[in-house]
């Protein structure tokens, strides 16, 4: 496998976690999407609004 | 397949094996041929209507994730790697099922009337990143689609002494007939059937197998034959269970089978939340078979043998015949789903958009049907000498779908980022992953993987920083089937019915 110390498993396994951390980076940073009349909610929850409305 | 390998197979009666398999075989068939005639628009046929509820959803989510990895993997890591073992292959399947579900909404309202993964890599990117993604998501496929043949013919060969071509060619040729029937609706409907199965098994014989065992006492049994299994200080299950998220994230977001559930399914968020959960549960108690069986000391002569020897042990007049309903049924869900997703990327993304795009229904039905069956028939030829091991096989791929993962996130939350940087990224993150994998040692695979993610995301980053774009979201509105009409709202269905 290529790694033989525990030091170096941590080294990798950090790195997939903030790549993970990365991601949420993105996630959390959108950019709006609401300005050309879209929003995002599950598509049943929009579709109960307007069924309500 | 070796006689010492034969020998050590559980002893099952064989015919109780071929009797299970047939009635699964007539089972699902019947289910599709039922559902046959549901099936009336194209949306219907590729999207199952667009209208799938909570429970089915969830199921064949669930059910289309959970592979013999998930059951015979985990037990077979805990075995080997302890505690961080289970939470390896738990971080293999589950993140990327969570982040599945937070994308679902966006891709649902920056989508509203998507088809296919490759209708987001055409409007969202360009041509060059929707040529250059096809084939590497259909070689993902076909790559999965062949480490589950694989795994079927070992799983049933060796556990079951079915031997190895039998057990693929049944395997391929019982999911050929039912999703050739009904297609997206027939691989839904048999989701549920093959993940309530799997659920239902699992969590209660194992929550059985614990309650004669004591959870304690398995710690401590796991301990006392090696400390190391109830630590975390264990570098190489580390590193396993960080290549194996990125593996697991990446596969998820590239691959059409998720994609077309984000769509057929009503609400996605919650659904793919709870398949996530769900899932991480069934590696959870799958892993805990290995401490088990050191618990009542089993002899296991081959890793992957340990879950359903222990069925055996605490279940000795049914418990091979569940490990062979668990084992099938998760098998089958699998290979079905990912079949329908690679034919419904043919359809829509080759045979749509470049030879015929307003084909008649009756003519995609078909077809849809003829390139079920050829896929399934080249998947079996591929097979047939056993290329590389499964692990290795799934992990090899796991390069190509690191590459994908900052593509897709930046490209859905962020419309600065650009088509050359997504091309590049994706280019570099193969070309350094394949590099350290073929170049330097064959033994850095599970690094080569994490490596193509950083590469990716570090180019993607740099081109969005540097030449920033403004995307006009709108543009992925094109996406949509001939016989629906532009949304107008905020992402209802709008098919003509």
């Known amino acids: 496998?290529?790694?033989?110390?525990?030091?170096?498993?941590?080294?990798?396994?950090?790195?997939?976690?903030?790549?993970?951390?990365?991601?949420?980076?993105?996630?959390?940073?959108?950019?709006?999407?609401?300005?050309?009349?879209?929003?995002?909610?599950?598509?049943?929850?929009?579709?109960?609004?307007?069924d309500t409305s | 397949m070796s006689a010492s390998i034969l020998a050590a197979a559980i002893q099952v009666n064989k015919t109780e094996a071929w009797v299970?398999?047939?009635?699964?075989?007539?089972?699902?068939?019947?289910?599709?041929a039922v559902l046959k005639r549901f099936v009336i628009t194209e949306e219907d046929q590729l999207l199952a209507g667009r209208n799938v509820g909570d429970a089915l959803g969830i199921?064949?989510?669930?059910?289309?994730?959970?592979?013999?990895?998930?059951?015979?993997?985990?037990?077979?890591?805990?075995?080997?790697?302890?505690?961080?073992?289970?939470?390896?292959?738990?971080?293999?399947?589950?993140?990327?099922?969570?982040?599945?579900?937070?994308?679902?909404?966006?891709?649902?309202?920056?989508?509203?009337?998507?088809?296919?993964?490759?209708d987001f890599f055409r409007l969202r990117f360009d041509k060059k990143n929707y040529y250059l993604f096809l084939p590497m998501t259909v070689i993902w496929d076909i790559g999965f689609l062949m480490s589950l043949a694989l795994g079927a013919g070992i799983v049933l060969e060796t556990l079951f002494n079915i031997p190895y071509h039998q057990g693929v060619i049944v395997t391929i040729g019982v999911c050929i007939v039912y999703v050739a029937l009904a297609q997206m609706v027939s691989v839904i409907a048999n989701d549920w059937i093959q993940g309530m199965l799997v659920m239902l098994l699992v969590v209660v014989a194992m929550s059985y197998v614990m309650a004669k065992t004591g959870i304690s006492n398995l710690f401590d049994a796991a301990k006392a034959k090696d400390s190391a299994l109830v630590s975390f200080k264990n570098g190489p299950a580390l590193?396993?269970?960080?290549?194996?998220?990125?593996?697991?994230?990446?596969?998820?977001?590239?691959?059409?089978?998720?994609?077309?559930?984000?769509?057929?399914?009503?609400?996605?968020?919650?659904?793919?939340?709870?398949?996530?959960?769900?899932?991480?549960?069934?590696?959870?108690?799958?892993?805990?078979?290995?401490?088990?069986?050191?618990?009542?000391?089993?002899?296991?002569?081959?890793?992957?043998?340990?879950?359903?020897?222990?069925?055996?042990?605490?279940?000795?007049?049914?418990?091979?015949?569940?490990?062979?309903?668990?084992?099938?049924?998760?098998?089958?869900?699998?290979?079905?789903?990912?079949?329908?997703?690679?034919?419904s990327l043919v359809l829509?993304?080759?045979?749509?958009?470049?030879?015929?795009?307003?084909?008649?229904?009756?003519?995609?039905?078909?077809?849809?049907?003829v390139i079920t069956v050829v896929l399934g028939i080249a998947v079996v030829?591929?097979?047939?000498?056993?290329?590389?091991?499964?692990?290795?096989?799934?992990?090899?791929?796991?390069?190509?779908?690191?590459?994908?993962?900052?593509?897709v996130t930046m490209g859905l939350y962020w419309r600065r980022t650009n088509e050359m940087g997504a091309f590049l990224g994706v280019a570099a993150a193969v070309a350094v992953g394949a590099f350290v994998y073929y170049g330097l040692d064959?033994?850095?695979?599970?690094?080569?993987?994490?490596?193509?993610?950083?590469?990716?995301?570090?180019?993607?980053?740099?081109?969005?920083?540097?030449?920033?774009?403004?995307?006009?979201?709108?543009?992925?509105?094109?996406?949509?089937?001939e016989d629906e009409v532009p949304s107008a709202g905020a992402g209802e269905p709008v098919a003509r019915r």
């Not at chain 1, 396994?13 to 050309?36: E, F, H, Q």
């Open chain 2, 348 to 369: 829509v993304d080759g045979y749509k958009q470049f030879v015929n795009p307003n084909p008649s229904k009756r003519r995609l039905t078909t077809l849809g049907a």
């Open chain 2, 239 to 343: 590193l396993a269970a960080g290549a194996l998220m990125m593996y697991g994230i990446g596969s998820v977001f590239m691959d059409n089978t998720w994609w077309s559930r984000v769509w057929a399914i009503r609400r996605p968020r919650r659904t793919f939340v709870i398949a996530g959960l769900g899932w991480m549960t069934i590696a959870l108690l799958s892993g805990l078979s290995a401490f088990v069986a050191i618990y009542r000391h089993i002899e296991i002569s081959q890793p992957n043998q340990v879950f359903p020897k222990v069925m055996l042990e605490f279940l000795p007049t049914g418990g091979a015949l569940i490990a062979l309903l668990v084992m099938y049924a998760a098998i089958a869900s699998s290979v079905a789903a990912i079949l329908w997703a690679v034919t």
């Open chain 2, 381 to 407: 030829g591929l097979v047939w000498n056993k290329p590389l091991t499964v692990q290795t096989l799934l992990v090899l791929f796991g390069i190509v779908t690191g590459a994908y993962i900052f593509p």
């Open chain 2, 59 to 118: 199921m064949t989510v669930m059910a289309a994730w959970i592979t013999t990895g998930t059951i015979l993997g985990t037990s077979e890591m805990a075995w080997g790697f302890g505690i961080v073992g289970i939470i390896a292959i738990m971080l293999a399947g589950g993140p990327s099922m969570l982040l599945m579900g937070i994308f679902a909404p966006r891709i649902q309202a920056l989508m509203p009337n998507g088809r296919t993964i490759g």
């Open chain 1, 1 to 50: 496998m290529g790694v033989d110390t525990f030091g170096d498993g941590l080294i990798w396994g950090g790195l997939s976690l903030l790549l993970v951390v990365a991601i949420l980076w993105v996630i959390l940073t959108p950019d709006r999407i609401d300005d050309v009349g879209l929003d995002s909610t599950d598509r049943a929850s929009s579709a109960r609004s307007s």
């Open chain 2, 20 to 32: 299970t398999i047939g009635l699964f075989f007539v089972l699902w068939v019947v289910v599709g």
């Open chain 2, 442 to 481: 064959r033994a850095y695979l599970y690094q080569a993987v994490i490596l193509s993610a950083v590469v990716g995301f570090v180019v993607i980053l740099a081109f969005t920083l540097v030449r920033p774009r403004e995307f006009d979201w709108r543009a992925l509105r094109e996406s949509r089937f």
